[in-house]
């Protein structure tokens, strides 16, 4: 960049806390100029959530939007809103080189290989061992001794890349997205063990996951899974990293997190999405999520040099300056003029002839910086160089008579760098001219005042209602990623269980299986056990009545025939038989009879047992009426003390009535005695009176 023209910054989208650095609070839904940098040379731009970073070739560094958290970086006293470009006055004498802006914190890499944070530092983010707000840049000591050559701000964490390829990650871990193979929070840099065989070249942070590249065009992901945007196929949390297998030899050199998706970059400008596509984000032409990358067919035969994602939106810029856009266009953020949701890439006509050189896209607004145009003579078209970035277009006016967008007087410096058209001054009237016309009425003037006034408190008023929105929208947003993170948790947890419980009941099964098994068993050995013995008893009873028969047919079995031999015989497997029914039936009687004695033993049990509850139930009542009987009885004590305590009192009280009695009394006859006495006292005195 910084050709002799200068360059151009352009900023479009969520305005409404100054993020797009106009001087006002203003959405724009299409590409507008910064006019604060017209003429200076600018490096880098880079978008956070809702405040904007600008680097200069000269390596100062300019911010803007948001500041509550103190991520602006202008010390304790600047934590206010800027609408209007400012410089970090922190990193006054030090050449920066790169910047990076995540939701709430700023990062800043300095020409040497150390790297400044600021911002908020909850979960750790800016690498300081603590969670302390630092509102003016502050070094990274953790990196000492290691020469950082990238670095990345994601939603709540952070990552640096060294000379050496060693990656390095810190900040909140809730989702895996450290690569630390844990969820804890890291508060200051650590290197991923997984990545130290590799040597890392690109990375990028999203809101709760992570993309690098290796120099072998690896591409391995890690964090929250969400929707698939980790590219391995599967939704899952992973807390180290896994290798994209479907980016393997696509030569991929740049990665690129959204808010809910994720992005590649090839060697040959092909542009790869994947993740969550409810908003059209991914540019495949529908709202569909996609688990594994897909090519974004849609900008086939385009050669991109540089893609960047942000909250549901997605750019890509082409190697002949074109940037195209898509996702969610609310608050006008794709530049398109519109609201509009794009699901499949779409050129900002805005930008074109622009020579964008580089794209970024923030939670809700997106920047763009391009080389600035120039006029037929080849001199530049934009305000005075001698306009330091931060001064407002109305500042400018006042003070040179000259507007934005005309020729002004061109400074040495740009006369050294070629320009030979002489210095001219503008018919534009001066400012005392200007405050002059303003003071013909006075009337309208005073008008003027208020209502500039009045917009002053209804800005700010709007200023409020949108940070306790976008509070309400972060924590509602922490809240439900938590919530399904929580039901993640409690449904694997209950999977987990199910199948316990499974296991559980089938070991049951199968004990219960294999004490059958064993009773069956015995149960066989005790019939075999029988059966021998029957067969003995058999055999013992074919013995005694071959004897038998021998016995009584003694020497006459020789003399019998063949038939009378078949019925003797018969009539012995006959007798056989009928020995064994016998057997049988008076097994069955004798199995009866213990049957009816366990039958009988059982009915007696429970008869006992039924006779013991009864008493038991009669104790019980027993005691339930006793219970009742000094509950009424401890009822009357009471009534009876009450009745004695009332009684008593009377009696105090009659008592006192009586002494107070006595009392009045004792008094009038006092009186009464005092009285005579006086009588008695005069008429001493004055016996003749009353003769």
């Not at 958290?69 to 010390?75: P, V, W």
């Not at 266009?329 to 622009?354: C, F, V, W």
């Amino acid at each position: 960049m910084g050709d002799d023209h200068g360059t151009e910054v352009y900023t479009w989208g969520q305005g409404i806390i100054g993020q797009l650095g106009h001087g006002d609070e203003k959405t724009q839904k299409q590409p507008r100029l910064i006019v604060s940098f017209l003429g200076i040379n600018v490096k880098a731009i880079s978008c956070g959530n809702q405040h904007t970073g600008v680097l200069l070739e000269s390596g100062e560094v300019y911010t803007f939007g948001r500041g509550n958290f103190g991520q602006l970086g202008h010390g304790a006293l600047g934590t206010n809103n800027i609408p209007s470009p400012q410089i970090v006055e922190g990193l006054s004498g030090k050449h920066v080189i790169s910047i990076a802006l995540g939701w709430h914190h700023t990062m800043a890499l300095l020409d040497n290989g150390q790297v400044y944070s600021w911002g908020s530092g909850e979960y750790g983010r800016l690498g300081h061992g603590d969670e302390q707000r630092q509102p003016a840049p502050k070094l990274i000591d953790a990196l000492a001794g290691k020469t950082v050559k990238k670095i990345q701000c994601g939603g709540f964490h952070s990552a640096a890349i060294t000379d050496r390829g060693a990656l390095y990650t810190w900040g909140g871990g809730y989702f895996g997205q450290l690569g630390q193979g844990d969820t804890t929070d890291k508060k200051v840099p650590r290197q991923i063990k997984a990545l130290r065989d590799k040597t890392v070249v690109a990375v990028s942070c999203g809101t709760h996951h992570t993309l690098s590249v290796t120099e072998n065009s690896e591409v391995f992901a890690w964090g929250a899974g969400e929707q698939g945007k980790l590219g391995v196929g599967d939704d899952e949390k992973h807390t180290s990293p896994v290798l994209v297998e479907a980016l393997q030899g696509k030569g991929i050199t740049a990665v690129a997190c959204g808010g809910f998706h994720s992005l590649a970059l090839s060697d040959s400008g092909v542009v790869y999405a994947w993740g969550g596509g409810d908003k059209g984000q991914l540019g495949l032409g529908d709202e569909n999520p996609r688990s594994i990358p897909e090519v974004v067919t849609a900008l086939s035969g385009k050669s991109m040099v540089a893609i960047s994602g942000g909250m549901h939106t997605s750019l890509a810029l082409a190697n002949n300056g074109d940037v195209y856009s898509w996702g969610s266009g609310e608050y006008g953020r794709l530049g398109h003029n519109d609201e509009g949701m794009y699901p499949s890439p779409q050129i900002i006509t805005a930008l074109q002839g622009k020579g964008i050189s580089a794209i970024s896209c923030g939670g809700f607004h997106t920047a763009a910086l391009a080389s600035s145009a120039v006029d037929g003579s080849g001199l530049p078209v934009y305000a005075p160089r001698d306009r330091k970035a931060g001064q407002s277009e109305e500042d400018t006016f006042l003070a040179t008579g000259q507007r934005p967008g005309t020729v002004g007087t061109v400074d040495s410096d740009f006369q050294s760098a070629g320009g030979s058209r002489p210095a001219t001054r503008s018919s534009f009237a001066t400012k005392k001219s200007y405050e002059g016309d303003e003071d013909d009425d006075e009337e309208d003037y005073k008008l003027k005042e208020q209502l500039k006034e009045t917009q002053r408190e209804n800005a700010e008023l709007r200023r409020e209602l949108e940070l306790v929105n976008d509070r309400h929208r972060q924590e509602t947003q922490r809240l439900e990623v938590r919530v399904q993170q929580s039901q993640e948790d409690r449904n694997h947890l209950k999977k987990q269980l199910e199948r316990m419980q499974e296991k559980q009941q089938a070991n049951e099964n199968i004990k219960s299986k294999l004490q059958t098994m064993h009773e069956e068993n015995a149960e066989l050995k005790k019939k075999a056990e029988r059966t021998r013995g029957d067969l003995k008893q058999r055999t013992v009873d074919v013995h005694m009545l071959q004897v038998r028969v021998a016995q009584l047919c003694g020497s006459e079995l020789d003399g019998l025939t063949v038939s009378q031999l078949e019925e003797l015989e018969r009539m012995q497997t006959e007798a056989i038989r009928r020995v064994g029914v016998a057997k049988y039936s008076r097994l069955k009687s004798e199995f009866k009879e213990k049957e009816d004695k366990m039958r009988d033993d059982v009915e007696r049990m429970k008869a006992d047992f039924d006779d013991k509850m009864d008493k038991m139930s009669g104790e019980v009542q027993k005691i339930q009426e006793e219970k009742v009987h000094l509950m009424g009885l401890e009822q009357r004590l009471r009534q009876e003390f009450q009745t004695q305590v009332q009684a008593e009192q009377m009696s105090n009280e009659e008592l006192r009535i009586r002494l107070e009695t006595l009392q009045d009394g004792f008094v009038q006859l006092r009186s009464i005695l005092r009285k005579e006495k006086q009588g008695k006292v005069e008429v001493e005195r004055h016996p003749m009176e009353d003769m």
